[in-house]
Nanobody, 127 residues
Framework: QVQLVESGGGSVQAGGSLRLSCAAS????????MGWFRQAPGKEHEFVGR????????YYADSVKGRFTISRDNAPNTVYLQMNSLKPEDTAVYYC????????????????????WGQGTQVTVSS
């Protein structure tokens, strides 16, 4: 079993920065990739970005490209989401998720691609 715990959320003014962390624990952790999603009230989960565990390639939603950066530390198993130039529309609960299953025919931006999820951390950006 894999446990994911996010931290680092909070309230910030527009233009500010936050860094979210996602710590993975449990059995030997070797996902195909780690994703970040967010969910605003009344909306579906929105893909934010992903980092591949092997190679470290990153992918971002157009809405955050150039402002958000995903990185990782293999020891400990932690993934980070650095968020700069925050906007009020970035307000949401942010979740990290692990993609550990082979042969899941879903795109990397699909929540169905990911089989473990953290509990989420609130990010609030005020104007």
């Amino acid at each position: 079993q894999v446990q994911l715990v996010e931290s680092g959320g909070g309230s910030v003014q527009a233009g500010g920065s936050l860094r979210l962390s996602c710590a993975a624990s449990g059995r030997t952790f070797s996902p195909y990739g780690m994703g970040w999603f967010r969910q605003a009230p009344g909306k579906e989960h929105e893909f934010v970005g992903r980092i591949n565990w092997t190679g470290g390639a990153t992918y971002y939603a157009d809405s955050v490209k150039g402002r958000f950066t995903i990185s990782r530390d293999n020891a400990p198993n932690t993934v980070y989401l650095q968020m700069n130039s925050l906007k009020p529309e970035d307000t949401a609960v942010y979740y990290c998720a692990a993609d550990t299953r082979p042969a899941v025919y879903r795109g990397i931006s699909s929540p169905e691609r990911y089989d473990y999820w953290g509990q989420g951390t609130q990010v609030t950006v005020s104007s």
